[in-house]
């Protein structure tokens, strides 16, 4: 079926989010996991966060896991308007970020998904070409350094799914299979928080390129 051609404008200008100043959480708790690599590394998720984003026209669950702690307390004081502190001894931030939604061919919307389903990720260089369900999906890996260049020979999501085995709100919780545009394959699963921040576009010197934008 082809991709309705707002989902498809929207989906093709994602920018997900990149914090460059680097967390400073002090949880034990590890809400996610990533197995596999990722441009030839391995990927130690510490954190996860997670919100639905959109507008009148539709929307999409966003997850957000990364390398570092205190993603949400980082996103909120940048929202602020205040300035992310540095955790010492920490130059770069990895983020694997993934935007899930549930089309709608007969109104040709979007929406985020309430409750447990699985999603094909589609491959960004195809957009349009077609999709195999009205369930789909990207997936974005990205390092970014503290002066906000952003870097990976791995970025995008090729193939694969990702379950949702929970949806409650801002939160979202479950697990993907994914071959990256580089050949690696990825699995990973998420508990992530729920971040009111993540909800609204917020872009700052302390991100490399904003939050994504989720306007179907």
């Known amino acids: 079926m082809l991709l ?7 989906l093709s200008l994602v920018s997900f989010p990149v914090l460059v100043a680097c967390g400073a959480g002090t949880s034990t708790q590890t809400p996610a996991r990533v197995d596999g690599t990722l441009a030839g590394q391995p990927f130690a998720a510490a954190d996860a966060i997670s919100a639905v984003n959109g507008n009148t026209a539709g ?3 966003y997850v957000v896991i990364s390398d570092d702690t205190g993603l949400c307390p980082l996103y909120t004081s940048v929202e602020d308007g205040g300035t992310a502190a540095t955790q010492p001894g920490v130059t770069s931030i990895k983020i694997l970020a993934v935007v899930l939604t549930v089309i709608d061919v007969a109104t040709n919307r979007a929406a985020a998904p309430t409750g447990p389903s699985t999603f094909d990720i589609i491959d960004p260089s195809v957009l349009g070409s077609g999709s195999p369900s009205d369930h789909v999906g990207l997936v974005q890996y990205l390092v970014a350094d503290q002066a906000g260049n952003e870097s990976s020979a791995c970025s995008m999501g090729k193939s694969g799914t990702v379950t ?3 949806a409650d709100g801002n939160a979202f919780a479950g697990a993907g299979d994914v071959t990256m545009d580089c050949g690696d394959r990825l699995t990973f699963q998420f508990d992530a928080a729920p971040c009111a ?3 609204t576009p917020q872009g700052s010197s302390v991100y490399g390129g904003g939050l994504p934008d989720a306007g179907l």
């Not at 309705?4 to 929207?10: E, F, G, Q, V, Y």
């Open 4 to 10: 309705p051609s707002r989902l498809i404008r929207a």
């Open 59 to 61: 929307s999409a669950a």
């Open 164 to 166: 949702l085995t929970s």
């Open 197 to 199: 921040a993540l909800e």
